[in-house]
């Protein structure tokens, strides 16, 4: 769908935005199918993503690169790739992590940045040299926001919860990112 929109009107500008699994989705459609061409969205947020932390990463176990790197490497995403995350997101801080410790899959300390098995909402993108770390301001805030880059907005003192988002603090951070567009 993103390919016919950006076909039929190529000046128009597409900024993805995802809550929890939605962050995900949002995350393989910038990524795209194999073998085409990116669509090259000019922003995307993820609020409260639930996916690996490890997702954007390079070489996490000193081996193998995060499933979404590419969307980093390969400039999928012409803008900035604003993150919220929060320890009060107990949905993907604890729920994602424990699926896997059920699965048989051992986890340091559940949930948190050192869990193999953590995810993005609860840590941010982890071991992914282009993430810039952040705190979440309030309305009126200086952001920075670059393309290439993504943005860890440590988010404990705004979000309490996994979906916990419709905030101006977030609503300013995304429409921040996409005025730089």
Same mark, same amino acid.
């Given at each position: 769908?993103?390919?016919?929109?950006?076909?039929?009107?190529?000046?128009?500008?597409?900024?993805?935005?995802?809550?929890?699994?939605?962050?995900?989705?949002?995350? *393989?459609?910038? !990524?795209?199918? *194999?073998?085409?061409?990116?669509?090259?969205?000019?922003?995307?947020?993820?609020?409260?993503?639930?996916?690996?932390?490890?997702?954007?990463?390079?070489?996490?176990?000193?081996?193998? !690169?995060?499933?979404?790197?590419?969307?980093?490497? !390969?400039?999928?995403? %012409?803008?900035?790739?604003?993150?919220?995350?929060?320890?009060?997101?107990?949905?993907?801080?604890?729920?994602?992590?424990?699926?896997?410790?059920?699965?048989?899959?051992?986890? %340091?300390?559940?949930?948190?940045?050192?869990?193999? &098995?953590?995810?993005?909402?609860?840590?941010?993108?982890?071991?992914?040299?282009? *993430?810039?770390?952040?705190?979440?301001? %309030?309305?009126?805030?200086?952001?920075?926001?670059?393309?290439?880059?993504? &943005?860890?907005?440590?988010?404990?003192?705004?979000?309490?919860?996994?979906?916990?988002?419709?905030?101006?603090?977030?609503? &300013?951070?995304?429409?921040?990112?996409?005025?730089?567009?």
């Amino acid at each position: 769908v993103m390919r016919q929109i950006r076909a039929k009107f190529p000046g128009l500008k597409i900024h993805l935005i995802g809550h929890s699994f939605g962050g995900r989705l949002v995350t *393989a459609a910038a !990524d795209g199918p *194999a073998n085409q061409p990116p669509i090259k969205p000019n922003s995307m947020t993820l609020l409260q993503a639930a996916f690996s932390h490890n997702g954007f990463a390079e070489k996490f176990d000193q081996s193998h !690169d995060g499933f979404f790197r590419k969307v980093v490497t !390969d400039r999928k995403v %012409s803008g900035p790739i604003v993150i919220t995350y929060t320890k009060n997101d107990n949905a993907v801080g604890l729920m994602y992590p424990l699926a896997s410790l059920i699965a048989g899959q051992n986890a %340091s300390k559940i949930g948190d940045a050192n869990d193999p &098995y953590g995810g993005i909402g609860r840590n941010g993108a982890q071991k992914t040299p282009e *993430a810039v770390n952040g705190i979440l301001g %309030s309305v009126g805030s200086t952001y920075q926001f670059q393309s290439t880059k993504l &943005y860890n907005l440590n988010s404990d003192t705004s979000i309490t919860g996994h979906s916990d988002i419709a905030k101006n603090e977030v609503a &300013y951070a995304l429409l921040t990112a996409v005025a730089t567009t």
